[in-house]
């Protein structure tokens, strides 16, 4: 399941692009159009780039905790980033002119949870209704 957009109805928090494998790990995706718009990631988003890169799971006081995605990439057009660029804890896909899509880098696995079923249809759940609002008008 792939899913682009993905906001307040995905567990994992925002994201560009989502995608859950058949063995339910999660995969994140934020796409860059330009070094302003990646430098922005890090200040929009600090404290999640921060958890990310102590392996992408945070402990809560009152012991709960959070797992971010399993997998955790930048996406950008060609010559806009270059795997020097990018942290240690994210992999690099670069898209040609032609859309032809390439790993540069690819990204660590920061964790080995797996997506419950309980999140998986809430995440399914959202999708359903932002389909028939957009459908519906």
């Not at 928090?13 to 058949?22: H, N, W, Y």
Request: aromatic share 10%; with cysteine; hydrophobic share 35%.
């Amino acid at each position: 399941m792939t899913i682009p957009n993905c906001g307040a109805d995905c567990v994992v928090g925002e994201a560009d692009l989502i995608s859950i494998t058949r063995a339910h790990l999660v995969h994140e995706v934020e796409i860059k159009t330009s070094r302003a718009d990646f430098r922005r990631e890090f200040e929009a988003k600090d404290e999640k780039h921060e958890i990310l890169e102590a392996g992408g799971v945070k402990d809560y006081p009152y012991g709960g905790t959070y797992y971010y995605s399993n997998y955790f990439w930048f996406a950008a057009p060609e010559g806009i980033l270059s795997v020097d660029d990018v942290p240690d804890y994210a992999g690099l896909l670069t898209v040609t002119e032609t859309r032809t899509v390439s790993v540069n880098r690819t990204a660590p696995r920061l964790h080995s949870e797996t997506l419950s079923d309980t999140d998986r249809r809430y995440i399914e759940r959202g999708l359903t209704v932002r389909y028939w609002q957009q459908r519906l008008g």
